[in-house]
């Protein structure tokens, strides 16, 4: 399945602008990579981007299709079939502990009780959680609970998975916990991120700034453009 | 984010009769108790019954501590109201209206405490479903509930980390440093809370 960018932009009327605000303006763009980056800095326009692959943002010219769906006129379906994870799983997480919280996602799909449940502890014991799973969310440490967001949007088995900086709260250890989880999915991944180890795990990175792509390729270049961009020296 | 101090709804685990009773059988609790605190004219039976909801809940093996917790918010309030009804209507009234409502807290308690969220959720799912003919969406009831019972303790949290930014600064005196962050934290957790549900589907009407 691939996301199609269709020269979507994003803009945004402003009080005592005449012009509107332009968020994002992006070229055509095919995403089909199996791991997929998008580095940039602060306020370039990551968040945005990502938000048009679920049908969060809608773009107000241009389209975005997901396997051929609209993001505007199908986005159900969409959002069937792409999950998104914040950076704060706690914004994310709705109820009071794991278990729940995989077992509301899998409300709609499952409505056995007693499957429900068997679903979820299965979802729980993959991502190593089940000891967790009757735990408080904000008793557990920032990685188990992004472990648990992510437990949590892939029990409906989406075919797609965004993550929106995923590891910014996460210290060293949940960080790489997180990076060999990623590498474990088989779904595809698109991901934006300050990180640049993590921007190097990819197949492919886009360099946003000002709201369009300045660098799309492999990522040690991307990388390479990303530092030139902040001002700082190539990598010794 | 704290918050964690307040979290509600607190379940204890556990396999008593209490535990396993039927839902529905501790909601009528729930209802009982209320109507009955209307009812009751005699003070001596308000006390027995408490006294009988109390050995109910510890029955349950949630324990003493977990008991005190579910009443100990209450206390300020009956105090005053105790003391109030006292002056005005004597004590055997006075003793009568705050033991009333200490039956409705601990049956409360005994639902809340027995009961998984999840099952809770059920409930009230199944108790919206003969509402469904007039249009309603017994799925979405439930997340209405389980939203609201995650975000009282978010606010509570965000009250105590303005407080402590706005005591840092010296502000602790100005109602405005206090009560605008807490709002604006408010509405923000409010639009994470609805963009992250819309991302993941939930609260849609049925999509079949």
């Given at each position: ?12 009327d ?11 303006d ?8 199996h791991?997929?980056g998008?580095?940039g ?14 049908g ?5 010219a241009g ?5 051929g769906?609209d ?18 799983p706690?914004?994310?997480l709705?109820?009071?502990t794991?278990?729940?919280d995989?077992e ?13 449940r068997a679903?979820?502890?299965?979802v729980?014991?993959?991502f ?6 009757d ?7 920032g ?11 892939l029990a ?5 998975l ?18 060999t989880?990623l ?11 300050h990180?640049?180890e993590i ?28 530092r ?9 | ?5 307040f979290?509600?709804?607190g ?5 008593s ?21 209307w ?11 408490l006294a009988l909801?109390?050995?109910v ?10 008991l005190?917790t579910?009443v100990?918010?209450?206390l ?8 109030f009804?006292w ?10 209206i ?21 099952e ?14 007039f249009?309603?969406d017994?799925?979405?009831f439930?997340?209405?509930i389980?939203?609201?019972v995650?975000s009282?303790?978010?606010i ?10 706005a005591r ?5 005196r ?12 408010t509405?923000?957790?409010a639009?994470q809370t ?13 999509a079949?």
């Amino acid at each position: 399945m691939s996301i199609i960018l269709d020269r979507p932009a994003v803009r945004i009327d402003v009080d005592g602008r005449a012009e509107p605000k332009t968020l994002l303006d992006l070229p055509a763009l095919t995403l089909a990579e199996h791991r997929i980056g998008v580095i940039g800095a602060n306020g370039s326009g990551k968040s945005t981007l990502l938000r048009l692959l679920n049908g969060l943002v809608l773009p107000t010219a241009g389209r975005v299709t997901v396997g051929g769906l609209d993001t505007g006129r199908e986005v159900r379906a969409v959002r069937r079939r792409v999950g998104f994870v914040f950076t704060d799983p706690l914004s994310q997480l709705v109820m009071p502990t794991p278990r729940e919280d995989v077992e509301l996602s899998l409300r709609r799909l499952v409505r056995n009780g007693a499957e429900r449940r068997a679903r979820a502890e299965a979802v729980l014991d993959r991502f190593g959680l089940l000891g967790l799973a009757d735990q408080s969310v904000y008793e557990l440490s920032g990685g188990e609970r992004q472990l648990a967001a992510l437990a949590a949007v892939l029990a409906v088995e989406p075919e797609i998975l965004v993550l929106d900086e995923p590891s910014t709260l996460l210290d060293l250890r949940n960080r790489e916990l997180l990076r060999t989880t990623l590498a474990g999915l088989g779904q595809q991944v698109v991901l934006s991120t300050h990180d640049l180890e993590i921007a190097a795990d990819m197949d492919r990175v886009l360099v946003i700034d000002a709201g369009t792509v300045v660098f799309d390729g492999a990522a040690p270049e991307a990388v390479a453009c990303y530092r030139a961009l902040c001002g700082m020296p190539a990598r010794p | 984010m704290r918050g964690h101090g307040f979290l509600l709804a607190g379940y204890v685990p556990g396999r008593s009769m209490v535990h396993r009773a039927p839902l529905w059988a501790k909601f009528l609790l729930v209802l009982l108790c209320g109507v009955g605190s209307w009812l009751v004219s005699d003070w001596a039976v308000s006390a027995a019954a408490l006294a009988l909801l109390s050995a109910v809940f510890l029955a349950s093996g949630a324990g003493i501590r977990r008991l005190a917790t579910a009443v100990r918010p209450v206390l300020p309030i009956l105090a005053l109201v105790g003391a109030f009804q006292w002056w005005q209507l004597g004590g055997p009234t006075a003793a009568r209206i705050v033991l009333n409502v200490l039956v409705c807290v601990v049956a409360a308690s005994i639902v809340t405490a027995t009961t998984p969220v999840r099952e809770l959720l059920d409930g009230a799912a199944s108790l919206a479903r003969p509402l469904e003919r007039f249009g309603a969406d017994p799925e979405r009831f439930a997340l209405t509930i389980a939203i609201m019972v995650r975000s009282i303790p978010f606010i509570a949290g965000a009250f105590a980390d303005v407080r402590d930014s706005a005591r840092a600064r010296g502000l602790e005196r100005n109602p405005r440093a206090l009560v605008l962050p807490v709002f604006i934290t408010t509405v923000a957790f409010a639009r994470q809370t609805g963009e992250a549900l819309a991302a993941r589907g939930l609260g849609d009407a049925d999509a079949g």
